[in-house]
């Protein structure tokens, strides 16, 4: 069984920084892709940022040059390092792990909200 727990979600003020961390445990080996979604209110799930097995990355336009994510292979662990937040980055963000066998799973969501 597979299970992804996220956390590091919260209230920021713009400008602001947060750490989000997706850890997998279970039967999980190999893992392929890990990323981040998120889904803000009366509006679709969309991609945030993915990094492959190897390192590569890719980011939605509207948060490159501010977010970051990494991943620690021997953690199973995926994180996202949101700076310079802006309102419209409020949503709740989902960690996806796609596995070579099993295929994706997804995170429960950890709220982020962007506010002053």
């Known amino acids: 069984q597979v299970q992804l727990v996220e956390s590091g979600g919260g209230l920021v003020q713009p400008g602001g920084s947060l750490r989000l961390s997706c850890a997998a445990s279970?039967?999980?080996?190999?893992?392929?892709?890990m990323g981040w979604y998120r889904q803000a209110p009366g509006k679709q799930r969309e991609l945030v940022a993915g990094i492959q097995s190897g390192g590569s990355t890719n980011y939605a336009d509207s948060v490159k040059g501010r977010f970051t994510s990494s991943r620690d292979n021997a953690k199973n662990t995926v994180y996202l390092q949101m700076d310079s937040l802006k309102p419209e980055d409020t949503a709740v963000y989902f960690c996806?792990?796609?596995?070579?066998?099993?295929?994706?799973?997804w995170g429960q969501g950890t709220q982020v909200t962007v506010s002053s």
């Open positions: 996806n792990v796609v596995f070579s066998v099993l295929g994706p799973y």
């Open positions: 279970g039967s999980i080996f190999p893992i392929n892709t």
